[in-house]
């Protein structure tokens, strides 16, 4: 079988065929990829130590932009797809994500001494 006809996933006792470019499915991998970068972002406010002045959606664009950066990082490490879900993905992501983090309090911190 060849990507572009889909795949065979076990429904129940019916296989039903999934396409890959079913705008269902890119919709759920957006969801899916929201979900792990605030999970991330959370993680990454969990390891890192002291109070950060950070809301939601700021931590939630970390996650992401630290998700992207980990996923990449192991791509060219060999490990799997940027979008794949993989231990050594997700451990890069986190790091990332303190790291932003860091750079994000860092400058917040110059804008509020300039005030």
């Known amino acids: 079988m060849t990507p572009e006809m889909g795949t065979l996933v076990a429904t129940g ?8 470019h079913d705008p269902f499915r890119k919709g759920i991998t957006v969801i899916g990829f929201i979900v792990a ?7 990454a406010r969990l390891i890192k130590p002291g109070k950060q002045n950070l809301g939601l959606v700021a931590t939630l664009l970390l996650g ?3 998700s992207v950066i980990g996923g990449t990082i192991a791509n060219l490490l060999g490990t799997g797809d940027i979008m794949e879900l993989n231990v050594l993905g997700f451990i890069l992501a986190v790091v990332a994500s303190v790291l932003l983090i860091g ?6 911190s110059r804008q509020r001494s300039r005030r």
């Open 103 to 108: 750079v994000a309090e860092t400058l917040s």
């Open 64 to 66: 992401l932009v630290g």
């Open 13 to 20: 006792s019916v296989l039903a065929r999934i396409d890959p």
């Open 37 to 43: 970068g605030l999970i991330i972002g959370a993680l």
